[in-house]
């Protein structure tokens, strides 16, 4: 049932961006401008099905480690992929001090997680465990793929609105064709469009891959303990990461502006309260499976 249920939410988001793509077509190039914004949709649609994972990977800057780089990582992400019944994910390191992660991924066959150096660096074991069990349950509910598809026209939502700005800025355009003030009204609509679209497909999201990590690990605490330090390095040192892949990451890399207002995060607060709340809920099971 989920399968379907993530399947049928990546067909409407497709659709969803299609179709937004040729409004803006249509606003900055008439109908000869729908065209060219449809055939352009389905070129990216093609791509984020099949690339979406790479492309989110690359704008992030992530590069894939051996197990003889990172064996003590690898041997972790094995261990809980196991556990979590998927295949093992690629494992791949971010160079960033800010504390951060996230996963990717098509598919559980095709899935990869990444962390960034200060996570490793400021977590212990079972708190970088607790992540990464994190991590492996968005693959494992194939929330990966969704989210890699929305980074993905995000960073392309971004680009034709910057393209928007400077064609309206010293092209002018004729304005039965949709130029001029058309291409100001996308500089502001598109980014807010993306950020929506992010936001309505990853807050619930974090909830059900938290408690389904900590079931995972065996233990809620690490993933809760986890997430608190996590707030505070990354307020202390905001990422600098795309816009376009800020939703993928465990807590929300960037604070403050339009980032804030259209936060694709549930508080951590909530996130941390929800896994104490587990976390009394495994403790007697814990005490009848003992005796």
């Given at each position: 049932?989920?399968?379907?249920w993530?399947?049928?939410?990546?067909?409407l988001?497709l659709a969803t961006?299609t179709?937004?793509f040729?409004v803006?077509?249509?606003?900055?190039?008439?109908?000869g401008?729908m065209?060219?914004a449809?055939?352009?949709?389905?070129?990216?649609?093609?791509?984020a099905?099949?690339f979406?994972?790479?492309?989110?990977?690359?704008?992030?800057g992530?590069?894939?480690v051996?197990?003889e780089?990172?064996?003590?990582?690898h041997r972790?992400v094995?261990?809980?992929?196991?556990?979590?019944?998927?295949?093992?994910?690629?494992?791949?390191?971010?160079d960033?001090?800010?504390?951060?992660?996230?996963?990717t991924?098509?598919?559980?066959?095709?899935?990869a997680?990444?962390a960034?150096?200060?996570?490793?660096?400021m977590?212990?074991?079972?708190e970088?465990?607790?992540?990464?069990a994190h991590?492996i349950?968005?693959?494992?509910?194939?929330?990966?793929?969704?989210?890699?598809?929305?980074?993905?026209?995000?960073?392309a939502?971004?680009m034709?609105?910057?393209?928007?700005?400077?064609?309206?800025?010293?092209g002018?355009?004729?304005e039965?064709?949709?130029?001029g003030?058309?291409?100001?009204l996308?500089?502001f609509?598109?980014p807010i469009?993306a950020?929506?679209?992010q936001?309505?497909?990853?807050r619930?999201r974090?909830?059900?891959?938290?408690?389904?990590?900590a079931?995972?690990l065996?233990?809620?605490?690490?993933?809760?303990?986890?997430?608190?330090?996590l707030?505070?390095?990354?307020?202390?040192?905001?990422?600098?990461?795309s816009?376009a892949t800020?939703?993928?990451?465990?807590?929300?890399?960037?604070?403050?502006g339009?980032?804030?207002?259209?936060s694709?995060?549930p508080?951590?607060?909530?996130r941390?309260?929800?896994l104490?709340?587990l976390?009394?809920?495994f403790?007697?099971?814990a005490?009848t499976?003992?005796?």
């Amino acid at each position: 049932m989920s399968r379907i249920w993530n399947t049928t939410k990546t067909t409407l988001l497709l659709a969803t961006l299609t179709a937004f793509f040729v409004v803006i077509g249509g606003a900055l190039g008439g109908s000869g401008g729908m065209v060219i914004a449809l055939l352009f949709a389905t070129a990216i649609n093609m791509a984020a099905w099949w690339f979406s994972d790479k492309m989110a990977l690359k704008m992030s800057g992530a590069r894939e480690v051996t197990p003889e780089e990172a064996p003590e990582l690898h041997r972790l992400v094995e261990t809980l992929a196991n556990r979590a019944g998927i295949p093992k994910p690629r494992v791949h390191l971010i160079d960033s001090p800010t504390p951060n992660a996230f996963a990717t991924g098509r598919s559980p066959s095709h899935g990869a997680v990444a962390a960034t150096t200060g996570l490793l660096q400021m977590l212990n074991r079972d708190e970088v465990a607790g992540v990464m069990a994190h991590e492996i349950a968005h693959i494992k509910n194939r929330d990966t793929l969704i989210s890699s598809i929305a980074a993905t026209f995000a960073g392309a939502i971004s680009m034709i609105a910057d393209m928007a700005f400077w064609s309206a800025l010293f092209g002018g355009g004729d304005e039965e064709e949709g130029g001029g003030a058309g291409g100001f009204l996308m500089l502001f609509l598109a980014p807010i469009a993306a950020l929506i679209i992010q936001l309505a497909i990853s807050r619930s999201r974090e909830f059900v891959a938290d408690a389904e990590g900590a079931r995972i690990l065996g233990d809620p605490k690490p993933l809760a303990d986890a997430l608190r330090k996590l707030e505070v390095g990354v307020r202390q040192q905001p990422m600098q990461v795309s816009p376009a892949t800020s939703h993928l990451y465990i807590v929300n890399p960037v604070f403050g502006g339009l980032a804030g207002l259209f936060s694709t995060h549930p508080p951590t607060e909530k996130r941390i309260a929800k896994l104490e709340e587990l976390r009394r809920a495994f403790q007697p099971a814990a005490k009848t499976s003992a005796a």
